[in-house]
Nanobody, 122 residues
Framework: QVQLVESGGGLVQAGGSLRLSCAAS????????MGWYRQAPGKQRELVAT???????NYADSVKGRFTISRDNPRKTVYLQMNSLKPEDTAVYYC????????????????WGQGTQVTVSS
């Protein structure tokens, strides 16, 4: 029932920009933290950025100064603005919703999106 739907991935040249979006639906009432993780071929999934409902953001060192995470609480949507993209940013990006509470159900729960491919060419 609960879904996290990502959009905005694609192919971009080095130095370009992309904006990822992730919208939560399916009876979620509140979400404590939303974030983005990525997994490149042959590597483990790693944190990219997270943001709490109050706006506190955390970034991986590799993306600081280039990526910006934000969220729209009423729409239960999180965004990742990616600028100055590098080939090493190429990965599948996954949306995460942590500390989620559902309408008429106990919580908290944790959910993941299906992922969206970001490919940066040199």
């Amino acid at each position: 029932q609960v879904q996290l739907v990502e959009s905005g991935g694609g192919l971009v040249q080095a130095g370009g920009s992309l904006r990822l979006s992730c919208a939560a639906s399916g009876g979620i009432y509140t979400i404590n933290a939303m974030g983005w993780y990525r997994q490149a071929p042959g590597k483990q999934r790693e944190l990219v950025a997270t943001v709490t409902s109050s706006g506190t953001a955390n970034y991986a060192d590799s993306v600081k100064g280039r990526f910006t995470i934000s969220r729209d609480n009423p729409r239960k949507t999180v965004y990742l603005q990616m600028n100055s993209l590098k080939p090493e940013d190429t990965a599948v990006y996954y949306c995460n919703a942590g500390g989620a509470y559902l309408l008429g159900a106990a919580g908290p729960y944790n959910y993941w999106g299906q992922g969206t491919q970001v490919t940066v060419s040199s």
